[in-house]
């Protein structure tokens, strides 16, 4: 922030941050609030599921690649100025 209404507070004196404190702060009871347990689960599995498809495709396309080039359906490198920059040739 270049300007800020607030006092300067660097010479305050300040306590130390308790962990489990700051843990404990972001605990809930799904049991007394059910429905951020369930916002919570849904979103979490929506992203998991999200990343482990992402990962799987990484990983497929990963085990493509690296056929290709043992296969030698990938040409070593196309140049584009000083950078070599890998390209397949599509067969």
Do not use: Q
Not at 54 to 70: E, H, T
């Amino acid at each position: 922030m270049v300007f800020s209404p607030g006092c300067d507070n660097r010479g305050d004196e300040r306590r130390p941050v308790d962990l489990t404190a700051l843990l404990r702060t972001f605990y809930f009871n799904p049991r007394r609030h059910p429905d951020f347990g369930w916002a919570f689960l849904g979103r979490f599995l929506l992203y998991l599921g999200y990343f482990g498809i992402n990962g799987y495709l990484l990983k497929c396309a990963d085990r493509k690649r690296r056929g290709d080039i043992a296969e030698g359906r990938m040409r070593p490198a196309v140049r584009w100025g000083r950078l070599r920059v890998p390209a397949s040739t599509g067969r």
